[in-house]
């Protein structure tokens, strides 16, 4: 029987950013602030990150200003 495989939703909150970059939620919240993190979006109230935007911020390899 093979296993089956985890798969990343194409929307992320927060906290799964924050567990994906290493940086805290309070760090994500100051760069959303400075329009200098991963881009994200608003649906309603709710913070979300598409998980493509953040794999290319990563590897674009953008520091924290």
């Given at each position: 029987m093979t296993k089956p495989t985890a798969v990343m939703?194409?929307?992320?909150?927060?906290?799964?950013?924050?567990?994906?970059?290493g940086f805290s939620l309070k760090s994500l919240e100051a760069m959303r602030h400075k329009r200098n993190g991963p881009p994200y979006l608003k649906v309603g109230t709710r913070v979300r990150y598409r998980a493509d935007d953040v794999r290319a911020w990563i590897e674009k390899g953008e520091r924290v200003r």
């Open positions: 939703p194409e929307y992320l909150t927060a906290q799964q950013v924050a567990q994906m970059t």
